[in-house]
Structures are given as structure tokens and as C-alpha cells.
């Protein structure tokens, strides 16, 4: 396959690099069963770890990206294609032959021999030109649908790395919820056998605690879950994950709208690939066009001869042809005017999909934008809500103990304590992956982006 290093998809071949040979190299997703086993599909029981491992994996198996490869590598070969048919054309004929020929005045029975070499070269042919044109055109549009697929490719395995991540902490905190209801159930029992409480604040933690193992057990199937869309995407079973840091500042955007904007419009890979494709339907007009104009070739022949006309036998003889073949087309029934028409038509309809193209890319660029600013301020606001929380929440279990609070403002305090603490990764884990969508929609997406997203994670504990 050639992936041709354009300004606009440098970063994303390094990256294409780095996941498929270096990261293989120091990922050690290699932790498995000592027999690797496949099912039908393809996915292993290989443990990956780190985000790393899994893009590398994912980048094998995907078979949106080994399509996307296949395309690109005929997009390449009809190029090779259209080149080589304006090259020079060398063929080479023989022929033997058994004659017999009779005539009035005798018989002959004699062998004959024809040997041939012709060299040919276009000179002028629009068709063939606007058609190599074309080719060229075409491969970078499948060049560019392949940069749009791996970045698809790479957000999508991110953002369900970060998912599984999120139901794990969420899971984690359900469990120490779990462990503090149970806690204050004993305490609020305790307080009802010694009539310091009354049986609606037994039952509200009974209650309480009902609840709380109800959503555990909604938690664990969503971590299972997905887990198995990590899997089922990148190839690879989910091992002990490495984590977001506690302490990771996630960088702000610096720049404002109007600049994204502009780079999704330049870099933007879905309009790279649309404009390549209205480049080609304006050559495929073109190459239409030339059939209306005359084709000019350079003919050489060397051959090598004992027979003559209508096989007549003759002494042989070596002749050398050279010449120039030149074919003006005069009337093709309206079937070049049709063609026309037709490519015509393919170009408006490129067109319009440009159009189209760069409406979309403009919206969701704006769309995630918003939506990574918003982020920014909810992660910093659930960040303060979590600290007074766990403040009010501390403060109410006293007051409970004290005789001040009644048990349904303890548990409520607790409920919220632990909700602000999931709600808090969870704003995390999203503003990470809108960050990587706005940067994947505006064509800036790099390696090295999500090699410092990988960065930020951690080995677990023990």
C-alpha cells in the first residue's frame, strides 16, 4: 500500500506507525493464557492494558480499515493502470506456417515464417490523459477515506476505553456507597434497639441500602457490557486497565471557534476525500469531452519475413516501419454527447456532496466545540460539588449521631455524596472524549495527542 505523506495526514502516518511497530514493541499486551486462542471471529483472549494496546490491536483487526486499505490499494493499482497505458506498448508477434499452394503452372509446398516487433506511443489522446488525471484524483480520495476511518477508528477504541474506565469507577463507588449504607443501617439499628430511633428511619435505611444493591447490580452489567464493546472492537480482552490519573490536568482550549472552524474546513479528511472526488467527476467530464477530439500514436515495427501477400512465398526480407497513426472521430451515433451529459451530471452531484460535506463537518465541529467548553465548566464545577458534598454529607452523619438530623436527610446526604463523586468521573471521561471528537472533526488530530491521552494513564494498584 502507498499512503502518500500529504501535509494534512503526516501526523496520522506517524501515528499509523508508532501504534502498528513501536507501541507492539513496549504494550506487552503479551500477559495471556500461554496458548493464544481465536474464536470465529477473529478476537482473542489476549489481555490488553493500555490504551496503546488496544489501538494497536484495533488497527489490525478492524475490518473497516483492512476495507478502507483494500479500496486504497485499488485506487493505487488503477492509477499504476492508467499510467502504464501512456507509456510506451512494445509487442512481439510470431508465426509459423505450413503452405500449400497450386497454380496452373505448378504446385509449392513450403514453409512460412513471420516475425514481428512494434513499439507504440501515444501522442495525443485526451481521453487517456484526463483519465490518468482521474486515477490520481481517485487515490487520494481513497487515501483520505482511510485517514477518516483510522481516526474513526482510533476516537471510537478511546472512547470505549474511557467507557469501561467510567463503569469501573462507577461500579467501585457503588461498592463503598454500599459499604457506608450497610454501615449506617447497623448504626440506625443499633440506635432502634436502644429506642434512640424511630422504625421509619430503620426502614428508610432499609430502603436505602435497597436501592443502593439494585443499582450495583445495573452497574456490573453496564461494566460488562462494556467491556465487551472494547473487545468486540479492538480484538483484545479488557485485563486490569491502566487509570485516568487522580492529579491529570487536562489541558484547555486556547483557541477560539472561528480557528477550529477553519482548520476542519482545511484538514478535515471526510472534505479531503469529498474534494478529490469532485476533482475526478471534473475530469471524467473532461475525458468524456476528448473522445470528440483526434487521437495521435507513434507506431515503430521491425519484421522479419519469407512470405508476401495472401502468403505468397517470397525471399525473406527484414522491413522497418516507422509512423505516425492519427484517428479523427466523426460521428458516434450521440453517444459521446450522452457521456458527456452523464459525467456532467456526476460532477454536479460531487459537487453538491462537497457542499454537503463541508455543512456537516461545520455543524459538529461547532456542536463539539460547545460541547468541550460546557465540559470544562461542568468538570470544574463537579470537582467542587464532590468536596461539599463529602463536606455536608460528613457533617449530617454527625448531626444524625447527635440527635439533630433524621436519618432521611443522613442517607440523602450519603446518596449525593457518592452520586457527585460518579457524576465527577464521569464529566472527565467525557470531556476527554469530546476533546479527541473536536480534534478528529478538524483534522488535528495526531499521534501524538493520543499518545499523551495515554500518558495520563496509570498502572492500578495492586
Known amino acids: 500500500m502507498s499512503l502518500k505523506a500529504h501535509p494534512q495526514v503526516n501526523r496520522l502516518i506517524l501515528l499509523g506507525v508508532l501504534l502498528s511497530c513501536s507501541l507492539r514493541g513496549y504494550s506487552q499486551p503479551g500477559s495471556t493464557t500461554p496458548e493464544m486462542q481465536f474464536d470465529s471471529l477473529g478476537i482473542t483472549n489476549e489481555l490488553g492494558f493500555t490504551l496503546e494496546d488496544f489501538f494497536t490491536s484495533a488497527i489490525d483487526f478492524s475490518p473497516e480499515l483492512q476495507i478502507a486499505r483494500e479500496q486504497l490499494q485499488i485506487g493505487s493499482a488503477r492509477k499504476r493502470a492508467a499510467t502504464g497505458r501512456l507509456l510506451p506498448q512494445l509487442n512481439a508477434n510470431a508465426s509459423l506456417s505450413d503452405n500449400d499452394r497450386t497454380s496452373a503452372q505448378d504446385d509449392q509446398r513450403y514453409t512460412g515464417e513471420r516475425y514481428n516487433v512494434q513499439l507504440s506511443q501515444i501522442l495525443f489522446d485526451w481521453q487517456q490523459f484526463a483519465s490518468r488525471k482521474q486515477a490520481s484524483y481517485l487515490e487520494n480520495q481513497r487515501e483520505a477515506e482511510y485517514y477518516v476511518r483510522l481516526g474513526e477508528l482510533l476516537t471510537e477504541v478511546a472512547g470505549r476505553y474511557f467507557d469501561v474506565l467510567q463503569a469501573e469507577d462507577a461500579l467501585t463507588s457503588i461498592r463503598t456507597e454500599l459499604n457506608a449504607v450497610t454501615t449506617q443501617l447497623n448504626l440506625v439499628e443499633n440506635y432502634y434497639q436502644r429506642q434512640l430511633a424511630q422504625i421509619t428511619d430503620l426502614y428508610d435505611a432499609q430502603a436505602q441500602l435497597a436501592a443502593v444493591q439494585a443499582e450495583e447490580l445495573a452497574l456490573e452489567s453496564e461494566l460488562q457490557l462494556a467491556r465487551e464493546a472494547l473487545r468486540s472492537r479492538s480484538g483484545i480482552t479488557p485485563g486490569a486497565l491502566h487509570r485516568l490519573g487522580e492529579e491529570v490536568a487536562i489541558p484547555a482550549l486556547e483557541?477560539?471557534?472561528?480557528?477550529?472552524?477553519?482548520?476542519?474546513?482545511?484538514?478535515?479528511?471526510?472534505?479531503?476525500?469529498?474534494?478529490?472526488?469532485?476533482?475526478?467527476?471534473?475530469?471524467?467530464?473532461?475525458?468524456?469531452?476528448?473522445?470528440?477530439?483526434?487521437?495521435?500514436?507513434?507506431i515503430v515495427q521491425q519484421q522479419n519475413s519469407n512470405l508476401g501477400f495472401d502468403n505468397a512465398p517470397l525471399l525473406k526480407t527484414d522491413t522497418t516501419y516507422v509512423g505516425v497513426n492519427v484517428s479523427i472521430p466523426l460521428y458516434a451515433g450521440g453517444s459521446n454527447r450522452a457521456a458527456v451529459r452523464e459525467a456532467q451530471s456526476l460532477e454536479n452531484i460531487a459537487e453538491n456532496e462537497l457542499r454537503l460535506t463541508q455543512l456537516g463537518v461545520n455543524e459538529r465541529i461547532r456542536a463539539a466545540f460547545l460541547q468541550v467548553r460546557a465540559s470544562e465548566a461542568r468538570t470544574e464545577a463537579a470537582r467542587r460539588l464532590v468536596e461539599s458534598t463529602a463536606l455536608s454529607a460528613e457533617a449530617r452523619a454527625r448531626g444524625f449521631e447527635l440527635g439533630t438530623v433524621n436519618s432521611v436527610d443522613m442517607l440523602n446526604s450519603l446518596r449525593d455524596q457518592f452520586q457527585a463523586e460518579r457524576d465527577f468521573q464521569r464529566t472527565r471521561y467525557e470531556h476527554i472524549k469530546m476533546l479527541l471528537e473536536l480534534k478528529r472533526e478538524t483534522g488535528t488530530l495526531t499521534g501524538d495527542d493520543l499518545l499523551e491521552v495515554g500518558g495520563w494513564l496509570v498502572e492500578p494498584d495492586a
Not at 275 to 289: F, I, L, M, P, T
Open 255 to 298: 483557541e477560539n471557534l472561528s480557528y477550529w472552524v477553519e482548520q476542519g474546513l482545511q484538514n478535515n479528511q471526510l472534505i479531503l476525500a469529498s474534494e478529490s472526488a469532485q476533482q475526478a467527476a471534473k475530469q471524467g467530464v473532461s475525458a468524456r469531452r476528448g473522445a470528440y477530439l483526434p487521437t495521435v500514436n507513434l
